[in-house]
């Protein structure tokens, strides 16, 4: 009888690892619009599996609902590392309308959009306090980091305690000053990169295998 139940306790016990193991964590894509969110999704998709995740566009909320990108698999050192990839909408506390005017939309197609990014930040949030296993936060390193979003959304990560990484993006970009995200999150590691480019890739995968692996 000891000897079924010890059986029976290690089937269980290899059961469990290998689950865990296959089971890909959900990593969320967050930070402000036009931060380069969706651009480093696509960069990361493409490396590992050759597709994309959705458009890219210079106009703030291109991403209006959250997009996810399965099994990305990114290998390190030998080991693998699956994840789900959640391209989210970028998180802001108001969206006016008139910005979109301002790259040629009509008033009627811009009050669509202003309102489906209303409904996209919405969908962000739940995904963060529901349904992601970890963050990874981009910044735009040529702009203030010291705004109200970031310093909820990295104060709520941290309320979650989820592992979250930080990413100076478009440090190609003359203006970029990575120190400056530095010193506003001093708590956290920050990596800079260059998500368009593709420039200091490497640190930034295997940061995402020792975060989220």
């Known amino acids: 009888m000891g000897l079924f139940t010890e059986l029976k306790d290690s089937i269980s016990r290899a059961a469990s690892t290998l689950f865990s193991e296959e089971d890909p964590k959900r990593i969320g894509i967050y930070g402000p619009p036009n931060a380069g969110k969706t651009t480093l999704a696509n960069r990361i998709a493409r ?21 996810r990108k399965e099994d990305v698999e990114i290998e390190r ?33 811009a009050v669509r959009r202003s309102r489906e990014a209303t409904e996209g ?9 529901e349904d992601v296993d970890g ?36 440090i190609d970009l003359e203006e970029s000053s990575v120190q400056r995200i530095r010193n506003a999150f001093p708590q956290h590691e920050t990596t800079e ?16 295998a020792e975060y989220f692996g």
């Open 121 to 129: 930040v919405a969908e962000a949030m739940h995904w963060l306090r």
């Open 47 to 67: 490396d590992w599996t050759g597709d994309a995740v959705g458009p890219e566009s210079h106009v703030p909320h291109e991403t209006r609902r959250a997009r």
């Open 77 to 109: 050192d030998g080991k693998t590392v699956n994840i789900d990839i959640v391209d989210t909408p970028g998180v802001t506390t108001k969206v006016d309308y008139t910005e979109f005017l301002e790259h040629d939309m009509e008033k009627d197609d």
């Open 135 to 170: 963050v990874i936060y981009v910044l735009d390193s040529t702009e203030d980091p010291f705004t109200q979003v970031n310093t909820m959304l990295i104060g709520i990560i941290e309320s979650q305690d989820l592992p979250v990484l930080i990413l100076a993006n478009k």
């Open 193 to 208: 990169l260059s998500a368009l480019e593709g420039d200091n890739m490497d640190e930034v995968y295997d940061q995402i």
